[in-house]
């Protein structure tokens, strides 16, 4: 019997908001509405390891501009890891979602040119199926709701090109606002009724 080992296996949240109207055209291959996207993208880790090391509970967040198409690549990014980890566990996630440990995470992490800088921060993380907020202190606060069918079930959106959780349908949202506050990256904005979108991961390399 074959015994498979695991550099990392986590599950969680992937939470996106960005500057686009809704729906978000980067999920279906197309390019951002007025040719770039001031974005971030959040991981929340529900359960998980990665090198042996529980990271359950945990979240980081990228802050990315985002010049053309999205799978064109050449983001630029500002990392935030949860300040509620240890030195090890913050590592841990830094290495895995920066694409060292490879799987289908070292294909993301190819998008981004530019690491700006990687930070410690406390990260408030309050989201199920697109409702609820995300804050970084005074770097970066947003708060969203689903769409919803007549039957009030939250609208989902499936099988899309740039949709990292294949198999899992993606809560498509509308964030009442989504700021960010990083002026010496020049990644500072303020948007009101735009796009996010939130779904659950399974990644394992």
Same mark, same amino acid.
């Given at each position: ?28 291959? *197309?390019?951002? /509405? ?12 529900? $359960? @998980? !390891? =990665? ?62 040119? *530019?690491?700006? /800088? ?12 697109? $409702? @609820? !907020? =995300? ?71």
């Amino acid at each position: 019997m074959t015994t498979t080992t695991f550099t990392y296996q986590i599950d969680g949240q992937i939470l996106e908001a960005c500057s686009c109207n809704t729906p978000c055209p980067c999920w279906i291959g *197309e390019d951002p /509405d007025g040719g770039y996207c001031d974005s971030f993208v959040a991981y929340h880790v529900e $359960q @998980g !390891t =990665i090198l042996g090391i529980d990271v359950s509970g945990l979240t980081l967040v990228k802050i990315v501009y985002i010049p053309g198409n999205v799978l064109a690549g050449n983001w630029r990014a500002v990392i935030y890891v949860d300040a509620k980890g240890t030195a090890q566990q913050q590592d841990a996630l830094i290495k895995v979602f920066t694409g060292e440990l490879g799987g289908a995470l070292a294909d993301l992490a190819y998008l981004v040119s *530019e690491t700006l /800088d990687v930070r410690v921060a406390p990260i408030e993380y309050h989201i199920k199926e697109a $409702q @609820g !907020t =995300i804050r970084i202190g005074e770097i970066l606060k947003a708060e969203m709701a689903p769409y919803r069918s007549a039957q009030g079930k939250p609208t989902k959106l499936v099988d899309s090109i740039f949709s990292t959780i294949p198999g899992s349908p993606a809560y498509v949202a509308k964030a009442s606002y989504h700021q960010v506050n990083l002026p010496e990256f020049n990644l500072v904005w303020n948007y009101n009724g735009r796009n996010a979108i939130q779904g659950q991961f399974h990644f394992e390399a």
